[in-house]
C-alpha cells in the first residue's frame, strides 16, 4: 500500500530541511526524501562554511528576509548541540565607480539603518593588516554578519525534524511525479508516496523534477571551484579578519570573489561568484584542478589582494550554483497546481537564507500564503514571463 503523508518535501537540503522540521513540529505528517544522505554528501552543500550577511550587494530586497534568516538560525542554534554561527564580521571592497556590487551593499545598510561603516582603501589596510586594497577603492564592514556552519545546520534541522516526527527516505531519488487536483504521488527508486501537498528544494535538480510537473523553468546549474590556502594564522584567523566579497570588475580574473577568515588550521577559504560553465549535475566534473582556472583565478585574486593568504592549496572542491537569468531566487506556488510550492535556484547566495526560506515554505504548503514579501521571487515575474512554460 501507497504510504501517505500530508506533505513531502522533495530535496532535503537546508531549504527542505529547515521546512520539513517547521512543519513538523506543528504537528504536519512529514516525509523528506533526498538522493544523498544528508548533509554531508549532499550535492552542493558540503564544505562546511556559508557566509551570512545582511547589507546585500544583489539588492536591498533581501534585507529583512537575511535578518530574519540570522534569527532563525540564533534559534536553531540554542535547540542544537551543534554551533551554527561564527560572529566574525564580514567586509566587502572594490574600486569606486566601478564596483555596483559594493555600492549596493553600502545602499542597502544604510536604508534598513544596519550596523555598517563605509572605510577607504586605506582604513582597510589599516584595520585589516593582511589586506593590499589600493586608496581608491570603497569598503564596508559589518561586525554582527559572519558565516554559518553549513553542515551543522543542515544536521540540527534534521535531527529536530524527527524528534518531532517527520520521516526520512534518503538516498532514494525522486523518478516522477504525477500532480492531481488536490494531491500529488512521488515515484522514486525505492517506491511510490501519495501527499496532500508537494515542496520542491531539489538545488540542481530542481530543474529535471519541475519538467515533471509541466514546468521548463530557465536553471543553468554552473560548476563552482573552491579552494583552501596555507595563510598567516595571525593575520587571518577569525579574530584578526573577517569573512569577505571583493569585486573585481576587468581582467581575466574579473568576478566577484568571497571567502572567509581560517580556523582549526583549515586555511583561508576562497571562490569565484561568477563562473558561467553550465553543466549536467549528473555528469559534472568533480575533480578539482581538472580545469587550471580552479585554482588559477583564485590564486590570481589572492596574490593581488591578500598575499599572505595564498600558501599551499591545502584542500579544493568543485559544488554547483543553479542561476536563474536575474540572478534572483524562485519561490512560488505551481501556477496550476497551487498545492506543490517550489523553491528553486538561489543562484549561489540562497544558503544564508536557507532558515527563512524553510519558514516560507512551510506557510505556503500550510496556508497557502506567506509573511513575508517573496513578490522578487514569483514565477510571473518580468525577467521570466517569457521563459516559463
Not at 550577511?53 to 529583512?64: F, L, M, Q, S
Request: net charge negative; charged share 25%; hydrophobic share 35%.
Amino acid at each position: 500500500m501507497t504510504k501517505h503523508y500530508d506533505v513531502i518535501v522533495a530535496g532535503a537540503g537546508s531549504m527542505g530541511m529547515a521546512a520539513g522540521y517547521y512543519l513538523a513540529r506543528q504537528g504536519v505528517k512529514v516525509l523528506l526524501i533526498d538522493a544523498f544522505n544528508p548533509p554531508h554528501d549532499q550535492g552542493s552543500h558540503f564544505g562546511e562554511t556559508r557566509i551570512i550577511r545582511h547589507a546585500y550587494g544583489e539588492g536591498r530586497e533581501y534585507v529583512p528576509l537575511a535578518l530574519r534568516s540570522q534569527e532563525l538560525w540564533n534559534e536553531l542554534e540554542k535547540k542544537s548541540h551543534l554551533k551554527i554561527f561564527s560572529q566574525v564580521g564580514a567586509m566587502g571592497f572594490g574600486p569606486k565607480g566601478n564596483a555596483p556590487f559594493i555600492d549596493e551593499a553600502i545602499a542597502s545598510g544604510k536604508e534598513y539603518n544596519l550596523n555598517v561603516e563605509q572605510l577607504t582603501g586605506e582604513e582597510m589596510r589599516e584595520r585589516f593588516p593582511g589586506l593590499q586594497v589600493p586608496d581608491d577603492y570603497n569598503a564596508f564592514f559589518e561586525p554582527d554578519s559572519g558565516f554559518l556552519f553549513s553542515e551543522n545546520a543542515i544536521q540540527s534541522y534534521k535531527e529536530l525534524a524527527v524528534h518531532h516526527g517527520a520521516e526520512l527516505s534518503f538516498n532514494n531519488p525522486v523518478t516522477d511525479i504525477e500532480a492531481y487536483e488536490d494531491s500529488v504521488k512521488v515515484v522514486t527508486a525505492n517506491g511510490e508516496f501519495t501527499s496532500d501537498k508537494l515542496i520542491l528544494s531539489a538545488g540542481s535538480w530542481n530543474g529535471m523534477l519541475t519538467e515533471k510537473i509541466g514546468l521548463n523553468l530557465p536553471l543553468y546549474p554552473t560548476r563552482q571551484p573552491v579552494a583552501w590556502f596555507e595563510a598567516n594564522e595571525e593575520l587571518f584567523n577569525t579574530k584578526a579578519f573577517p569573512v569577505f566579497m571583493v569585486e573585481v570588475p576587468q581582467g581575466d580574473t574579473r568576478a566577484i570573489y568571497y571567502g572567509f577568515p581560517t580556523f582549526d588550521g583549515c586555511g583561508v577559504k576562497v571562490g569565484r561568484h561568477d563562473y558561467e560553465d553550465h553543466i549536467d549535475p549528473n555528469t559534472v566534473d568533480r575533480e578539482f584542478g581538472s580545469n587550471e582556472n580552479d585554482e588559477g583565478h583564485i590564486r590570481e585574486f589572492l596574490d593581488q589582494f591578500m598575499p599572505e593568504a595564498s600558501g599551499a592549496l591545502k584542500k579544493g572542491v568543485i559544488c554547483m550554483y543553479t542561476r536563474t537569468p536575474d540572478g534572483h531566487f524562485i519561490i512560488d506556488k505551481h501556477p496550476v497546481h497551487p498545492h506543490i510550492s517550489i523553491a528553486a535556484t538561489c543562484s549561489g547566495h540562497g544558503y544564508k537564507f536557507a532558515s527563512v526560506i524553510g519558514e516560507i515554505l512551510s506557510q505556503l504548503a500550510l496556508t497557502g500564503e506567506t509573511d513575508h514579501d517573496i513578490s522578487i521571487f514569483k514565477l510571473d515575474r518580468p525577467s521570466l514571463k517569457n521563459l516559463v512554460k
